[in-house]
């Protein structure tokens, strides 16, 4: 057949968007350059970039094309009038394409310069790479981007770059302007200047590169020749194609006049490739797989390169296109592919290669372009031909030819005036040229120096029409396939008079229908004279007779005139036509059949299943299959009138029915189905995507009845998307496929209602307690929102986010539940909130609107925790230190009211200047600060104020102290505290923000911030000369601040830039011939503990030699006053260097233990020291005289072997650290000593720890014990020296215990721990001033009267030590009763000296432990934190504001390093907010207790990660969650780390419906749906409700409005509610509909399940409409579907009840159900013609055939009859009569047989069918 003529469609001039943008921004180029841009036009899929513009008009649209507009070294990326992103160059660009480097799927944009290759990824982030400058152009390949280098050539050759190649590449890279407008040849030359090569750099040099990553080098490619591999050298082989989708690649040799086809292929790299190749390759390591090239094809003959090289599809099968213009041909060659070892390798197809006459060529998707090859779209080929004439062609068949529009040529007449030609000469258009492709639009050239962009598509308007072309393209066979094509784009179908849906689908009838007779006879009806009226237009107009055959009523016109719908007479005989045109019909039947079968399916298109009936009623009559025609009719009744029946009967195939293995996968099962009924398009193993709507559906019942996926496909064969996630059931693995394929709730909506109910089944069974491991979607799916949204926070920067995007869950939601939240009740939470600036002041304050630091605590998290008392603004009151105190003076006549004044400010200054430690860890980690403002320090007030004189400020006098020197630590403190504010790894923290705050002279303020910042980890971004810059300074506080500060950021990294800085303040590291430099003792302590944390664990010998020195290191004439804490300093670091790393620390550990052993006092051999250690020059200073200075050193050997040996359990370390047993030994041990030894002890045997009075009294000895238990108050004086030592002893043995016992329970909030220390601490407060009785019933344990033998002093010492550790134990709970013993400590009076700095140190540590980070903060236990805490703890207080003898100040931050933020809050995923949960803690069996269940309420703390097992979401208000965990002895997951199951310490959790938040009713008296829902709806019925009378007793539209959003916020159950309580539904015919839909309602509501709404609306009007039709005539119905989906319905009933679908109870009311079945049987039953129907219907295979509306609905009755029984075909009825008769002809009943025969008839039609056929049986034997 010639192909047929169709018009162009012309979308307008073109212009690039590249120019218009310029003008937009100003920036014209000179006159010279104006015409020196390039461009080039790209699908947006190809970067993955979604645009809005979709539907079948996207493909005319510049909307859907992306532009890359290029002038100089600018480049402008456009989307239609959109300019994306402008990128601008150091150097003009040569070239430019979009590459797919490394492994991802992302694409880059790759701009080619001299020299250079810049990579750009779509986000803008740019990755420069130098390039050899023999590189001459660049070529995209799906696995990285190829390098084409030149020949050596001289440097002064210049190489040239035509118009066509290299510089175009796929898709016509970089078009040139000669193309816009411009006819004249331009030459393109590159100012590319290649270097000269030695020889001996030959070989290393390939003809071609390939960079694989952005972030590696170019390496060489190999070309396979004879089985071995080579380097590629050739350079004449010039690459002039390649392909961004497949791995090919074409090439040209002008010497050889060839053009070659190469496959690349990655090689693994092995002995004999390596071997085959020259020494020098780079390395395996780095290329692990190599690039070779394989030559596939050649030909010869061509003197130029083809000027064009493309992809097309011919047959589903791939081909290079290459257009050769010396030939003027285009010539063809295919592809195949073949898979070896899992990998897929290309070669030529043989006998494939065809050409065809062309001067200009390019790939367009016009016929398939919903299919793809492979990975390509099915790309057709626009062709233009020798003579200028536009043709289309699919593979090598030519479909159409296209001409340009009449009035195209008019317009250009028109529009240039000026022109001196006749209007004939610009009609005579020719097309010269054809460019830049895209889908299936494209640039048509013009012999007018005019450009236009085309479309050309084979994409009808008509979606029905789209879906049966795409069925036919895939079920037919290529040839018959090609005879579809020549009939659809034939002469005889084309440019049909108009575009509308009817138009385009009688268009397509046509070719069927037309194969049996004249085209004439099926032309459309010419429309009547313009003189008839515009109502008769309308009537006679192709939409009123669709429109009319549903609803009746507009005209008197019989809408059963279906005249128009049958196009042929039923005459013809089949057996005329050719035997391909007839095979054609059959195979077009079955796949058109599919498409009917999957439109079943879809709610939405009952229309275009009508329309494609009446097609296939006229092909199945055509074709004589009397049980398809059959088929059809059942469904549409109507339609038999005018098709009428088969004159004979060719075939008794049964048609598939999708409905009929639906309902038997219900009722037995996947395996007891039957694969015929099944389409061959839903099993076709590509998965078709036409009738993939019906696909999904078959493959979500075949996964929930039994079937199991095998790779892609299931057993069955037909092709199902699973979802990654485990499944334990059928019913999960029918949500994972249901995920997999994309099959959201609205496309659930779409399916009819019987079918939809086993998949909402199968949600609703799951939707309790999914597995933990599924995609976010899945979720969705179920209506798990919480379970999605943790899931998506873990994804939010992964690669995986990208295929959960929005856009799935859109999919996977109903569209108006996507950004609803229900409206919120006022409750105390958010009441609570307003408290902030009305109840956290002081009363007395005076100005309430200073900053004081703790602005922001008051957030969702502590509202919610603390939001029932004021505990929180009492702690911001006791720890404000921003406002002057009161000062309560008194009258004293023997000293002035000044003195007085002062003496009691001076000790309320000291606690003051402690205020900023415990604010420090109160609001750790609370704010995010703008890195684009300065930041603000709390100000550190020590005035007073006299409330007694209006409040006077009384500043402290300077003549009495030193104020600066005394303010310059409590300086250094609050900024540290300020900067501990900042939450970790907040964003960048940048180096120019932190030089911004850095103040003209250095000060303590900037020094503590710096401080703060380091131990946030923030001073990574310094670098060595901003280092420098502040060690310059000779600041003492700046520098301490800065080493512990980088310390902390570069901790445990061994830096080596930052060690060196570190190093230079310890003078021990210097060589002997260097001068000492004047070091002060600070630095050095701060700088020995920087080297300890730098160097953390990593046990470095020489590190480890020197601090060990250290702790034994002389004075050297600084002040030896310092010298203890500058040991304990070395005994700190040598600790962290050897952490915990004692008994495996290279083996020399004991040569450190016996240097130790004798800093403690041991009496060890000298034998034992190792002579090695005597190397350094701290060696000669190690010892005051011949033996070490014990009180000096012992601390810090104590710490050392502590922190070397933590948790290792050594006895040996253990029974060196004895405790003295005698009273000579214990007059011979510091008491102080006695405590650290306790606490080194404790810590290395770890396990033995207990939280009982018993374990601290094992702890005394028994010296000890038997002394004080004898105390008395009449003793002699002569033990008394002893009786002090015995008590001071034993006081620091319990201290040292209860240190132990905190560090052991540290952050676990232990209750035993929390009432030991508590007990002790009472009880060494009684002792200090008796105020209660001793707590607890332990009283008995503790002695009496130890206060007169030991000094106050020691035993402040002592309960402030004991007090913070209880608060470590408590840390982050914020517990009232140890918060009301801190504030009670606090206020003690420090007249008498009892409560110094030291001590309000301690009560303000102890205060902001309490709270650690607002309650979101707790501490380890894991040997980092420990020994952190260790340092922070160390048991010597200060004295004041400047001691740091014995212990550094800045020490004690240094417990942020052992915090972690275990706190965990449920967060409400529907409203947002944060709410009360319980949780139930599972942690893991340990040695003080077996495996423990309790429960937590949210928000609280965690316990430790190495003990933590699961967490559940309990109660019943929530839905369940289960958070499987296994204990790891690792660190808490830091802030965004995408591993943390907790989402950074949130869980989002569903609330259930009929359930309140715990917030708004905590006891739970609201949440009692059902009474609420019957005191609004009544419990009587409306019937009731009328007999009462004049009661009018209504439902009340708002109460049920109010009661719904209560609880629900699903928009479609309000709405519902509001029309179940319109007021026009007074009659009593809408009285019974009216109280189902509110029954209806309840169900819904108290079940959670807001589907069910529509599901029984749905089976309810069915059954409603089916008994209208038996009352009314002028019903409305006119299918049957219906019955097939309720039928459905009622199987999905038996399943249930016989444990087919496993579940506590059906979705579903089951006695619903079955009154539907009652009911509809009770209609077929009432009507009195269908019997004699049926029987004549069964007899005579006729349809009632008369048009009175009666046998109109005797027609549908009969088809509901036909389908809800499952009569089959009269003619397979027949078939099996004659069976029956020919076996058993004496039969009495034949029911039996029948009932054997057809197995799915219901009885009752097997009763009807034997009296029918077997009837006069009977009569003849009475």
């Given amino acids: 057949m010639a192909p047929g003529v169709r018009q162009l469609t012309v979308l307008g001039k073109f212009k690039p968007f590249g120019l218009i943008a310029e003008a937009t921004d100003g920036k014209l180029p000179d006159e010279s350059y104006a015409d020196s841009y390039q461009y080039f036009l790209f699908d947006p899929e190809l970067t993955g970039e979604q645009d809005d513009a979709n539907g079948s008009d996207s493909n005319f649209s510049r909307q859907r094309e992306h532009e890359l507009f290029i002038r100089d070294n600018c480049i402008i990326w456009t989307s239609g009038s959109r300019v994306l992103k402008r990128f601008t160059l150091s150097s003009p660009v040569i070239k430019a394409c979009w590459s797919h480097l490394g492994r991802g799927t992302e694409a880059f944009l790759c701009v080619f310069q001299i020299g250079c290759l810049t990579i750009y990824n779509t986000s803008g982030e740019v990755v420069s790479v130098p390039l050899l400058r023999t590189v001459k152009s660049i070529w995209p390949l799906p696995f990285g981007l190829l390098l084409q280098q030149a020949a050596e050539v001289t440097p002064s050759t210049h190489v040239p770059f035509s118009s066509v190649s290299p510089i175009l590449g796929s898709r016509e890279i970089l078009r040139q302007r000669k193309e816009v407008g411009n006819s004249s040849l331009q030459k393109f030359h590159s100012p590319v200047a290649h270097d000269l090569i030695s020889k001996r750099d030959m070989p ?9 990553d952005p972030l590696e080098e170019p390496g060489p490619t190999y070309v396979e020749e004879r089985g071995k591999l080579n380097i590629m050298k050739d350079y004449d ?27 690349a292929e990655f090689i693994e790299s092995n002995l004999e490739a390596s071997a085959s190749c020259s ?54 060659v295919g592809l195949q592919t073949v898979e070896i070892n899992n990998e897929i390798l290309f070669d030529v197809k043989p006998d494939m290669s065809w050409s065809a006459p062309a001067i200009a060529a390019a790939p367009v998707v016009v016929t398939r372009s919903q299919v793809k090859v492979g990975l390509l779209p099915h790309l057709d080929i626009i062709v233009l031909s020798p003579e200028n004439d536009l043709f289309l062609y699919s593979g090598k068949q030519c479909l159409c030819k296209y001409v340009l529009p009449s009035w195209l040529g008019e317009s250009i007449g028109s529009g240039d005036g000026e022109s001196a030609k006749t209007d004939t000469d610009f009609r005579d258009l020719k097309i010269t040229g054809l460019s830049d492709a895209v889908l299936g639009c494209f640039n048509l050239s013009v012999n007018h120096s005019q450009i236009f962009r085309c479309a050309v598509t084979g994409k009808t308007s008509s979606s029905l029409a789209n879906d049966c072309i795409a069925a036919i393209a895939e079920g037919l066979r290529s040839d018959l396939y090609n005879l579809f094509l020549s009939l659809l784009w034939g002469d005889g179908h084309s440019d049909q008079q108009g575009s509308s849906v009817h138009f385009e689908w009688e268009a397509f009838c046509n070719i069927f229908l037309g194969i049996c007779q004249e085209p004439t006879a099926v032309r459309l009806k010419q429309p009547k004279p313009s003189s008839e009226s515009s109502w008769e237009f309308l009537l006679s107009s192709k939409f009123h007779k669709t429109y009319s055959r549903f609803y009746s009523g507009i005209t008197s016109i019989n809408h059963l005139d279906l005249a128009g719908t049958a196009p042929f007479d039923s005459k013809i005989d089949s057996k005329d036509i050719p035997a391909s045109s007839r095979e054609l019909m059959v195979q077009s039947l079955d796949c058109l059949h599919a498409v009917y079968e999957s439109l079943k399916m879809d709610n939405l298109r009952k229309q275009d299943l009508h329309h494609l009936a009446i097609l296939l009623c006229n092909i199945a009559k055509f074709l004589d299959e009397k049980c398809y025609l059959d088929h059809y009719i059942r469904d549409f009744p109507r339609l038999s009138k005018t098709i009428g029946a088969c004159t004979t009967v060719s075939s008794i195939r049964k048609p598939p029915n999708l409905f009929r293995w639906l309902g038997n996968c219900l009722r037995r099962g996947y395996l007891s189905t039957n694969l ?170 005076v100005d309430g609107s200073v900053i004081d630091g703790m602005e922001h605590i008051f957030n969702s998290y502590t509202q919610l925790r603390y939001g029932r008392d004021l505990r929180l603004n009492e702690v911001r009151r006791l720890l404000c230190s921003v406002r002057p105190v009161v000062v309560q003076t008194s009258a004293n006549p023997t000293i002035s009211d000044q003195e007085q004044q002062q003496d009691q400010l001076w000790r309320i200054a000291q606690r003051t200047a402690v205020l900023p430690l415990g604010r420090g860890a109160f609001t750790l980690s609370t704010i995010h600060t703008l890195l684009t403002e300065a930041f603000t320090v709390p100000k550190l007030v020590l005035a007073g104020r006299l409330p007694a004189q209006q409040n006077a400020i009384v500043n402290l006098d300077p003549n009495i102290k030193n104020i600066q020197e005394l303010k310059t630590w409590p300086e250094f403190h609050n900024a540290v505290a300020a900067g501990l504010r900042l939450a970790p790894l907040q964003g960048k923290v940048s180096r120019t923000w932190i030089r911004y705050n850095k103040p003209g002279e250095p000060n303590a303020v900037h020094a503590g911030l710096l401080f703060g910042l380091g131990l946030q980890g923030y001073l990574h971004v310094l670098n060595l000369s901003d280092i420098y810059q502040y060690f310059t300074q000779d600041h003492e506080s700046t520098t301490v601040g800065l080493m512990l500060g980088l310390a902390a950021s570069y901790r445990r990294t061994m830096q080596p830039d930052i060690a060196k800085a570190l190093f230079f303040h310890v003078p021990a590291r210097y060589q002997a011939s260097y001068a000492e430099f004047e070091i002060p003792t600070l630095l050095q302590s701060a700088a020995l503990v920087s080297v300890g944390m730098l160097f953390e664990g990593s046990a470095h010998l020489q590190t480890m030699q020197l601090l060990l020195g250290e702790i034994g290191r002389r004075s050297a004439g600084d002040n030896v006053l310092e010298r203890e804490g500058y040991a304990v300093s070395a005994g700190f670091a040598l600790g962290l260097v050897a952490l915990g790393r004692g008994s495996d620390a290279l083996g020399s550990m004991e040569s450190f233990v016996n240097r130790l052993l004798q800093y403690l006092g041991a009496k060890e051999e000298r034998s034992v020291l190792a002579p090695s250690h005597e190397d350094h020059r701290s060696a000669a200073q190690i010892t005051d005289g011949s033996t070490s200075n014990v009180d ?12 070397m040996y933590l948790k290792t359990e050594s006895e040996v370390i253990f029974s060196k650290l004895s405790i003295p047993q005698t009273h000579y030994d214990l007059e011979c041990v510091r008491p102080d000593f006695i405590m650290l030894r306790v606490i080194a002890r404790n810590l290395i045997m770890w396990s033995r720890i207990c939280p009982t009075c018993d374990w601290i009294q094992s702890q005394v000895p028994e010296v000890v014990k038997n002394g004080i238990s004898h105390l008395r108050d009449d003793m002699d004086d002569m033990y008394e020296v002893d009786v002090e030592a015995l008590v001071q002893a034993y006081v620091n043995i319990v201290a040292g215990a ?48 130890i206060s007169k033998y030991v000094d106050r002093g020691t035993l402040e010492m002592c309960l402030y030590l004991i007090i913070i550790s209880l608060s470590v134990v408590m840390a982050g709970s914020g517990d009232l009763q140890v918060f009301r013993l801190l504030r009670f400590l606090r206020s003690r009076n420090s007249a008498d000296g009892h409560a110094n700095y030291g001590t309000q140190m301690a009560v303000s540590l102890a205060t902001g432990f309490l709270f650690l980070g607002g309650g979101m903060r707790t501490f380890s236990t894991n040997n980092g934190s420990l ?217 819904c509501i108290s079940k959670d399940r807001p589907a069910l709404l529509q599901v029984y609306l749905s089976l309810y009007t069915t059954i409603g409409s089916m008994a209208n039709l038996l009352v009314k005539s002028d019903s409305n119905v006119c299918d049957s579907i219906s019955i097939s989906s309720l039928k459905v319905a009622l199987a999905y009933n038996e399943a249930v009840s016989s444990g087919r679908l496993s579940s506590s109870g059906s979705f579903v009311q089951s006695i619903f159900l079955a009154s539907l079945r009652k009911r509809c049987e009770e209609i077929l039953n009432n009507s009195t013609e269908l019997k004699i129907n049926l029987r004549k219907y069964l007899s005579t295979e006729a349809w009632p055939d008369d048009c009175n509306s009666k046998l109109q609905k005797d027609i549908i009755i009969l088809s509901w009859y036909l389908k809800w029984f499952s009569v089959p075909s009269p003619s397979i009825i027949k078939a099996a009569v004659e069976k029956i008769k020919s076996k058993s002809k004496n039969s009495i009943s034949a029911i039996p047989l029948l009932r054997m025969l057809l197995p799915s008839t219901h009885v009752s039609a097997i009763s009807e069918i034997d009296r029918v056929f077997f009837s006069s049986n009977e009569t003849t034997l009475l």
């Avoid at 309990?1514 to 002895?1529: A, D, K, S, T």
């Fill in 204 to 212: 290393y040099i390939s003809s071609h590169l390939i960079l694989r």
């Fill in 237 to 263: 082989e010039r690459t002039i194609w390649t392909s961004d989708r497949l791995p090919l690649m074409t090439s040209y040799n002008k010497g050889k006049m060839q053009h070659s086809v190469w496959a």
């Fill in 279 to 332: 020494s020098g390759i780079v390395p395996d390591a780095v290329l692990p797989k190599r690039v070779s090239f394989r030559r596939i094809w050649q030909a010869k003959g061509a003197k130029k390169a083809a000027s064009k090289v493309f992809l097309a599809t011919d047959n589903a099968v791939p081909v290079i296109c290459f257009l050769i213009l010396e030939q003027k041909k285009l010539l063809s």
């Fill in 676 to 845: 015929n009924d099944l389409p061959d398009l839903i099993r076709k193993d590509d998965g078709c995507s036409i009738v993939s709507w019906a696909r999904k559906v078959v493959s979500f019942y075949s996964v929930l009845f039994g079937d199991k996926p095998e790779g892609r496909t299931l057993s069955s064969g037909v092709p199902c998307n699973i979802a990654p996630g485990s499944y334990s059931s059928n019913e999960e693995l029918t949500i994972l496929a249901m995920a997999g394929e994309r099959f959201g709730l609205r496309q659930l909506d779409l399916l009819p209602s019987g079918v939809s109910l086993p998949l909402r089944h199968a949600l609703d069974s799951c939707r309790e307690s999914p597995p933990a491991d599924w995609p976010a979607i899945a979720y969705v799916l179920l209506g798990r929102e919480d379970m999605a949204q943790s899931v998506f926070r873990n994804l939010s920067s992964s690669k995986e986010f990208e295929m959960q995007s929005n856009t799935s869950l859109i999919l996977m939601s109903i569209p108006y539940m996507l950004h609803l939240h229900p409206v919120i009740v006022p409750s105390s939470l958010s009441e609570s909130i307003g408290m902030e600036n009305t109840k956290i002041e002081d009363t007395n304050s």
């Fill in 1192 to 1203: 000096i050193t012992a601390p810090g050997a104590i710490i050392a072997l502590t922190l």
């Fill in 1298 to 1345: 209860c240190i132990s016992l905190g560090l052991r329970f540290a952050g676990t909030r232990d209750g035993n721990a929390r009432d030991l220390l508590k007990n002790y601490a009472l009880y060494l407060l009684n002792e200090i001033k008796p105020l209660s009785a001793t707590p607890g019933n332990a009283g008995n344990a503790f002695p009496k009267g």
């Fill in 1427 to 1643: 020994a952190m805490l260790l340092i922070t703890l160390y048991p010597r207080l200060p004295s004041g504001p400047n001691d740091n003898r014995c212990h550094l100040q800045a020490f004690r931050h240094l417990y942020v390093l052992a915090t972690e933020a275990r706190w965990l809050q449920t967060i409400d995923v529907d409203s947002g907010l944060p709410v009360y949960v319980p949780l139930e803690v599972t942690v893991k069996e340990t040695k003080l207790y077996s495996e423990t269940r309790f429960c937590e309420i949210t928000p609280c703390i965690l316990p430790e990660r190495a003990i933590l097992k699961r967490i559940c979401v309990c109660g019943p208000r929530y839905w369940p969650q289960q958070i499987e965990l296994v204990p790891e002895e690792k660190n808490w997951w830091s802030f965004g780390d995408k591993s943390d199951p907790f989402n950074s310490g949130v869980i989002y959790v569903k609330r259930k419906v009929g359930a309140c938040s715990y917030v708004d009713d905590p006891v739970g008296c609201q949440s009692l749906l059902s009474r609420a829902m019957h005191k609004v709806f009544g419990l009587r019925t409306l019937e009731q409700s009328n007999m009462l009378g004049n009661s009018h007793r209504e439902l009340d539209s708002d109460g049920v409005d109010h009661l719904v959003s209560t609880f629900s916020s699903d928009p479609s159950l309000i709405a519902f509610a509001q029309l179940c309580c319109d007021k026009s539904w007074d009659n009593k015919s809408d009285s019974d509909f009216k109280e189902f839909c509110l029954q209806v309602l309840f169900d």
